[in-house]
């Protein structure tokens, strides 16, 4: 197996290949290795310098073995069988999600302490949120799957037990996976820090010319986006996007999303018997925090959520400002707590990790792109699938199944190779 870097190609010079992948995340070097592995030239183009889209792993500390996700973090063992997979295929751990301990949930000046998993409502509430949480689970299985669909269901898409979307992460970090399908790549297969500016599809040779920032032009027969559908408005098409796909380009929107993770020496909040979660109905700028921990490697975090109104206000103040409102709410939260066993005792963290996806270019934010109400219904929902003559769509938002996780974007990778394979093959008879 050749190593990472005998993949990446620095040349800046035109280059005639059968196709070519635009984005290196999961969705793209999944496509691009099922390409290859038919027999078929294959070059994958990055805007950015690493591989892995929106996941991301970055050390805990300076003297340890633990990561962090920034990005896109969990996975599970049942539902989500191809990921699984590939946490198999490459020899890597998984780390269950803590699921005991004690909530905190903040309501204006309230503070209110609750058994993980569960909710601090009367029990008329419980009952009716239990009838819109079924009325949800019917409606998300009569979804004609023609349209968009996330499949398994609200419940298991938030739930961190055994089949949910948040039950397992991965020790070794989410982009390992990416690294490790990078190194399957045919030499000099990967360009990086190569944004794409153009495509052109040319329907008498019935070929693609891309061209990109950097001067690296591709003459293909085939391509493939793998990017979310904002920044298809960032690519020249000629010719231009269909309507509908135009539309999927203008009016999807990506949201604030921002992940600030603080770093201690040792699980206080365990210790207190809590689960490291808040959960915040109107006070900011965290809307809920989660234990990402991982005890063998004595990496002791709680990463913090910052998204929607709160968390763009939040964006504005300085770095030190915005560190410094984090943990004050947090810190605040937990020294409200009424424990039998007295105050928690906590300790000032050792190290604080902050990314914000809106402020990345060729990011824009996350995690996955919404659509407004109706746009699907107005331009039939598959065309966020359909190709577009030579050029094919995938991404995690484009799946039928896990839309919006690392399960549906490999999916997507898996879809849009089937749809280039099918059509190479089918010229060559």
């Not at 991301?56 to 049942?78: C, E, H, K, R, Y």
């Not at 309230?110 to 949800?136: N, R």
């Not at 909040?269 to 490291?276: E, H, K, P, Q, V």
Request: hydrophobic residues 35%; charged residues 20%.
């Amino acid at each position: 197996m050749p190593s990472t870097s005998s993949n990446i190609s620095e040349s800046a010079s035109s280059n005639t290949i059968d196709v070519v992948v635009v984005g290196a995340g999961l969705s793209g070097l999944r496509a691009a290795l099922a390409i290859q592995g038919a027999g078929f030239s294959c070059a994958v183009v990055e805007a950015t310098d690493r591989v892995g889209g929106k996941t991301f792993t970055l050390q805990s500390n300076s003297f340890g073995p633990g990561v962090n996700d920034v990005g896109a973090a969990w996975i599970n063992d049942t539902s989500q069988t191809e990921m699984y997979k590939l946490v198999q295929r490459y020899g890597l751990q998984t780390v269950t999600q803590l699921d005991r301990g004690h909530d905190v949930y903040l309501h204006g000046d309230e503070v209110v302490v609750s058994p993980h998993g569960g909710m601090p409502l009367k029990k008329e509430e419980q009952l009716a949120l239990g009838q819109v949480l079924e009325a949800c689970n019917k409606l998300s299985a009569s979804i004609n799957l023609i349209d968009p669909a996330s499949g398994p269901g609200p419940e298991n898409m938030i739930s961190d037990v055994k089949d949910g979307g948040q039950y397992l992460r991965i020790r070794e970090g989410t982009q390992s996976i990416s690294k490790n399908m990078t190194r399957e790549l045919r030499e000099n297969s990967l360009h990086l820090s190569t944004p794409v500016t153009e495509i052109e599809q040319n329907a008498e040779s019935d070929g693609c010319i891309v061209r990109s920032s950097n001067g690296v032009v591709f003459e293909a027969k085939k391509i493939i986006l793998s990017i979310a559908t904002p920044l298809y408005t960032t690519i020249k098409f000629t010719p231009t996007l269909p309507a509908p796909k135009y539309r999927l380009a203008t009016e999807n929107k990506l949201g604030y999303y921002s992940k600030i993770i603080f770093v201690f020496n040792e699980p206080w909040w365990r210790n207190a018997g809590l689960s490291g979660e808040i959960k915040s109905q109107d006070r900011g700028p965290i809307l809920f925090s989660v234990d990402t921990s991982v005890p063998e490697d004595n990496q002791w975090s709680i990463s913090c959520f910052m998204v929607g109104g709160h968390g763009l206000e939040w964006s504005r103040l300085s770095e030190q400002e915005r560190r410094s409102s984090a943990w004050t709410q947090l810190r605040s939260a937990f020294e409200n707590v009424k424990l039998e066993s007295g105050p928690v005792q906590f300790t000032e963290p050792i190290n604080v990790l902050e990314f914000e996806w809106t402020k990345q270019k060729f990011f824009n934010g996350g995690p996955c792109p919404a659509s407004p109400p109706g746009l699907l219904s107005s331009i039939d929902g598959s065309a966020i699938r359909a190709p577009f003559g030579n050029a094919h769509f995938v991404g995690t938002e484009t799946a039928l199944e896990w839309k919006g996780y690392m399960e549906g974007a490999v999916r997507s990778g898996d879809r849009g190779a089937e749809e280039v394979i099918a059509a190479l093959r089918s010229r060559s008879i």
